[in-house]
């Protein structure tokens, strides 16, 4: 599912899914809210798409703001403060039992979450602070990839006040708090990055992703399960991957620090089995470097 889809595509695509017993998954579109999507039987919520506006008591209202801009050209600066305005307007009409409604209907109807939450803090809300400009990850990207990822990041923070970075950083924060009661509420979460949205670097984003899971209010067990058996189970494949057990894919990793004890330790890794292949440190690394020379080339 996608953000501009209008409610008659949506909910044909949702009862056809269901009469061919179907699950679907994807963006809340802009034009429903996520009660509605969870309702119409969408399986998972991308990136929060729809629920921060669906804990506003203005949503109705916000919402048809949001599907009606003015009909008068705009230049870029009034478009910007349009939608600053809207932001601070979703933000500031939080309701708490709406949330909490909100939350139960998720629960009840099994609508599981994927925050993407890098996505959210390294693109949707970047500021300069969470600027990974110099990652240095980001030799393993391609030149022309980088560039205009470069472009993008550079125009996103372009003619921006500090009201605008300061809005951003609200928004994270409300994403991470939704996160961390939709969790306390009993709905399933699984880790996920959007890979291949810019500034999200392949394979380290999810790492990324799991520890901004825990900073929402996930244990470090919890964060790990949301990338590992949380969803075989989303895929019903748990008695085939996702644990560690006779029978189960032998693809493992191992670390040199405990993760349960500082989540950024996923990142210390020594070794991996791939579909019982044991990859040491050196062949790791191996992988990399041709990864970083591929990606060098003009």
Not at 6 to 15: G, H, L, S, T
Not at 26 to 31: A, K
Not at 66 to 80: A, G, I, V
Not at 145 to 167: M, T, V
Request: charged share 20%; glycine share 4%.
């Amino acid at each position: 599912m996608q953000s501009r889809l209008k409610p008659d595509a949506y909910f044909a695509i949702a009862e056809a899914a269901r009469k061919e017993n179907i699950r679907f998954v994807g963006h809340v579109p802009d034009s429903i809210s996520a009660a509605q999507a969870s309702d119409a039987g969408q399986a998972s919520i991308e990136h929060l798409t729809g629920i921060l506006l669906a804990c506003s008591s203005r949503e109705a209202e916000l919402r048809q703001q949001q599907l009606d801009p003015p009909r008068h050209k705009e230049t870029p600066r009034q478009t910007s403060l349009r939608q600053r305005a809207w932001q601070q307007a979703v933000l500031d009409s939080y309701s708490p039992e709406k949330a909490q409604k909100l939350y139960a209907k998720l629960l009840a109807n099994h609508t599981w979450q994927v925050p993407t939450l890098p996505l959210l803090i390294e693109l949707a809300f970047l500021t300069p602070a969470t600027d990974h400009a110099n990652d240095p990850n980001l030799k393993y990207i391609p030149q022309n990839l980088q560039k205009i990822w470069k472009q993008g990041r550079a125009e996103s923070l372009a003619n921006k006040s500090p009201g605008d970075f300061l809005l951003r950083t609200k928004l994270v924060d409300a994403s991470l708090k939704a996160v961390g009661d939709m969790h306390a509420a009993g709905i399933p979460m699984m880790a996920g990055t959007d890979s291949t949205a810019p500034n999200l670097v392949p394979g380290f984003s999810l790492h990324d992703s799991i520890a901004d899971l825990v900073k929402a209010g996930l244990t470090p067990m919890q964060a790990l399960q949301s990338a590992t058996s949380t969803p075989a189970e989303f895929l019903n494949r748990s008695t085939e991957q996702g644990t560690i057990a006779p029978g189960q894919r032998a693809d493992l990793i191992l670390l040199d620090a405990n993760p349960l004890a500082d989540i950024h330790n996923t990142q210390k890794i020594q070794a991996i089995f791939l579909k019982g292949k044991y990859l040491d440190r050196a062949a790791l690394d191996a992988l990399l470097n041709k990864a970083a020379q591929f990606a060098a080339k003009p």
